[in-house]
């Protein structure tokens, strides 16, 4: 294979839209799912409130996330002058996007065509990057600032300069102020173990300090205007809190050990199987292995060990391994000439667009096919059929390009239609109906009660008020003050009883799978 040639602009250009149609295609369409709700309704309240440094959720302070994902996501409603799910994801999914052209001018860094290429579409079809870059979440904001750091790294570790170094830094403190200081323990031990690997001791110098004192200036800045906006030292608390103790000292999070030995292979699904691969492979041979590979795997092993020994672990919490784990899994294929999980991926080639062609038979024979919108029934076989357009046209060298862009396919479909549509709706029906309630009756006081938990920021959103919805834990308070009562996840036998004696109307909006994002909202009688 030559490995002077240049990618041509074709594919580049096909892998990038490609990329662009997996990350926005049908971005607006999913209800709020998870801890969206938080950063959007946060938004809408700091622009009810004109505010920059102080989120709020019900109109109570909202202090322990940083503050980059919410001065995008405000930017982006401001822009488009209104705010959705779309507008709400948009800026996350545009870190997303970004983070495609960084990775490829990355793997340029560290391959030659077709690897460069081939590692940029591992990179933007897996399950870990796809997951997050359309939710409206912190998660890919990080990603984002770490990639930016990596990647500034390796284009000025040759040199002193304080350009490099200050783009390092502040692509380390993006991160960090996106999630938390997770960016520093994934990019840190990286930069150090280079620095050893390659005896680039000269970094230590003081360009490199005053870039960071610099950027760390640009870090702290936030926490202080947040500060002396709320006249109370609790934001550098819980930055403590929520970084430093959490790892060492956890009040929530508490999962085993060995959770990462799950979610690592997710992230990079549909990819698994290589990365058991690497990982024999520069084990084995690691002797053998130049530093660049010696650089990428034993990063991929620091920042495993780091995230297992903090004590508070979440599945997703390790998802900024995934650009050194592709570079690894790109090395571990450019090394090998020939093996059987490249050739098991291939013949996977073969069934992928069976399956799509056959899409609508199966449908038929399991009995969906009436309940679902004619796209998810005819999109499949014509993806199908380009597919196998695909396994024709690109042969040898081009035959990981078929794989790439086959597997984008499926993934298209699932991303862009059968999620979104499949997505439980049943916060955003209680928000909307809340919404309903009061712009029909704005005299009625609106008011929870949560003997199993307030309502999440996802209603709150969707209701759209513009004062704080009052949370009561005794019935007896909030029967006597409220004229509309939102109940989270069940009802309690006191307040069936009241609801039976006294015949009020109850509208229920239950969740099929979690119980938590059930609700119920009761019409008091003496409201009407």
Same mark, same amino acid.
């Given at each position: 294979?030559?490995?002077?040639?240049?990618?041509?602009?074709?594919?580049?250009?096909?892998?990038?839209?490609?990329?662009?149609?997996?990350?926005?295609?049908?971005?607006?369409?999913?209800?709020?799912?998870?801890?969206?709700?938080?950063?959007?309704?946060?938004?809408?309240?700091?622009?009810?409130?004109?505010?920059?440094? #102080?989120?709020?959720?019900?109109?109570?302070? *909202?202090?322990?996330?940083?503050?980059?994902?919410?001065?995008?996501?405000?930017?982006?409603?401001?822009?488009?002058?209104?705010?959705?799910?779309?507008?709400? @994801?948009?800026?996350?999914?545009?870190?997303?996007?970004?983070?495609?052209?960084?990775?490829?001018?990355?793997?340029?860094?560290?391959?030659?065509?077709?690897?460069?290429?081939?590692?940029?579409?591992?990179?933007?079809?897996?399950?870990?990057?796809?997951?997050?870059?359309?939710?409206? +979440?912190?998660?890919?904001?990080?990603?984002?600032?770490?990639?930016?750091?990596?990647?500034?790294?390796?284009?000025?570790?040759?040199?002193?300069?304080?350009?490099?170094?200050?783009?390092?830094?502040?692509?380390? #403190?993006?991160?960090?102020?996106?999630?938390?200081?997770?960016?520093?323990? #994934?990019?840190?031990?990286?930069?150090?173990?280079?620095?050893?690997?390659?005896?680039?001791?000269?970094?230590?110098?003081?360009?490199?300090?005053?870039?960071?004192?610099?950027?760390?200036?640009?870090?702290?800045?936030?926490?202080?205007?947040?500060?002396?906006?709320? *006249?109370?030292?609790?934001?550098?608390?819980?930055?403590?809190?929520?970084?430093?103790?959490?790892?060492?000292?956890?009040?929530?999070?508490?999962?085993?050990?060995?959770?990462?030995?799950?979610?690592?292979?997710?992230?990079?699904?549909?990819?698994?199987?290589?990365?058991?691969?690497?990982?024999?492979?520069?084990?084995?041979?690691?002797?053998?292995?130049?530093?660049?590979?010696?650089?990428?795997?034993?990063?991929?092993?620091?920042?495993?060990?780091?995230?297992?020994?903090?004590?508070?672990?979440?599945?997703?919490?390790?998802?900024?391994?995934?650009?050194?784990?592709?570079?690894?899994?790109?090395?571990?294929? +450019?090394?090998?000439?020939?093996?059987?999980?490249? %050739?098991?991926?291939?013949?996977?080639?073969?069934?992928?667009?069976?399956?799509?062609?056959?899409?609508?038979?199966?449908?038929?024979?399991?009995?969906?096919?009436?309940?679902?919108?004619?796209?998810?029934?005819?999109?499949?076989?014509?993806?199908?059929?380009?597919?196998?357009?695909?396994?024709?046209?690109?042969?040898?060298?081009?035959?990981?390009?078929?794989?790439?862009? +086959?597997?984008?396919?499926?993934?298209?479909?699932?991303?862009?239609?059968?999620?979104?549509?499949?997505?439980?709706?049943?916060?955003?029906?209680?928000?909307?109906?809340?919404?309903?309630?009061?712009?029909?009756?704005?005299?009625?006081?609106?008011?929870?009660?949560?003997?199993?938990?307030?309502?999440?920021?996802?209603?709150?959103?969707?209701?759209?008020?513009?004062?704080?919805?009052?949370?009561?834990?005794?019935?007896?308070?909030?029967?006597?003050?409220?004229? #509309?009562?939102?109940? @989270?996840? %069940?009802?309690?036998?006191?307040?069936?009883?009241?609801?039976?004696?006294?015949?009020?109307?109850?509208?229920?909006?239950?969740?099929?799978?979690?119980?938590?994002?059930?609700?119920?909202?009761?019409?008091?009688? %003496?409201?009407?």
């Amino acid at each position: 294979m030559n490995k002077n040639k240049t990618v041509p602009q074709s594919w580049l250009i096909l892998f990038f839209l490609t990329a662009f149609l997996l990350v926005f295609i049908n971005l607006g369409i999913r209800p709020f799912f998870g801890v969206e709700g938080r950063w959007a309704e946060a938004v809408r309240e700091m622009i009810l409130r004109k505010d920059w440094f #102080v989120p709020t959720i019900n109109f109570e302070p *909202h202090l322990t996330k940083p503050l980059v994902p919410f001065w995008l996501i405000k930017l982006s409603a401001l822009i488009f002058q209104k705010i959705n799910e779309g507008i709400v @994801r948009f800026p996350g999914a545009l870190c997303g996007f970004f983070s495609v052209f960084l990775f490829y001018f990355l793997s340029k860094r560290f391959f030659k065509y077709p690897y460069d290429l081939i590692s940029t579409g591992l990179f933007f079809t897996s399950w870990g990057f796809l997951e997050f870059s359309r939710l409206a +979440q912190s998660e890919i904001f990080q990603l984002f600032g770490i990639i930016w750091a990596l990647t500034a790294y390796i284009y000025y570790r040759e040199k002193i300069s304080f350009t490099g170094y200050f783009l390092f830094w502040l692509g380390i #403190v993006w991160g960090a102020l996106s999630k938390g200081h997770t960016a520093f323990a #994934v990019m840190l031990p990286a930069f150090f173990i280079e620095i050893v690997l390659n005896k680039r001791f000269y970094h230590l110098n003081w360009k490199n300090l005053l870039a960071f004192l610099i950027a760390f200036t640009l870090y702290i800045f936030p926490f202080l205007k947040t500060v002396s906006e709320i *006249h109370s030292d609790l934001p550098f608390y819980l930055l403590f809190k929520e970084n430093l103790k959490q790892a060492i000292n956890p009040y929530d999070n508490l999962r085993p050990f060995y959770i990462y030995l799950y979610y690592w292979p997710i992230w990079i699904a549909p990819w698994s199987l290589f990365l058991i691969g690497a990982i024999y492979y520069s084990l084995r041979y690691f002797k053998n292995l130049n530093t660049d590979e010696k650089f990428i795997f034993l990063s991929n092993l620091a920042i495993f060990i780091i995230f297992t020994l903090a004590k508070a672990r979440r599945g997703y919490y390790i998802l900024p391994i995934l650009p050194y784990t592709i570079l690894l899994v790109v090395y571990y294929l +450019q090394n090998l000439s020939s093996q059987i999980l490249k %050739k098991l991926y291939f013949k996977l080639s073969y069934i992928f667009p069976i399956i799509l062609i056959l899409c609508p038979l199966i449908l038929l024979k399991l009995k969906l096919a009436s309940s679902l919108p004619g796209i998810l029934i005819y999109l499949p076989p014509f993806l199908g059929v380009f597919s196998f357009l695909l396994i024709l046209l690109l042969k040898n060298e081009k035959v990981f390009f078929r794989l790439i862009l +086959q597997v984008a396919l499926i993934e298209l479909i699932f991303f862009g239609f059968v999620q979104p549509y499949f997505s439980s709706a049943s916060e955003k029906e209680t928000g909307n109906f809340i919404a309903k309630i009061k712009k029909q009756n704005p005299d009625y006081k609106i008011c929870s009660y949560s003997p199993f938990g307030k309502p999440v920021a996802n209603v709150y959103f969707y209701a759209g008020l513009n004062k704080r919805i009052p949370d009561y834990k005794i019935l007896e308070e909030a029967l006597s003050n409220c004229g #509309v009562l939102i109940v @989270r996840k %069940k009802l309690d036998s006191k307040l069936k009883s009241i609801v039976s004696k006294q015949n009020l109307k109850v509208y229920s909006f239950k969740a099929k799978k979690d119980k938590s994002k059930s609700y119920y909202i009761i019409l008091l009688s %003496k409201s009407f």
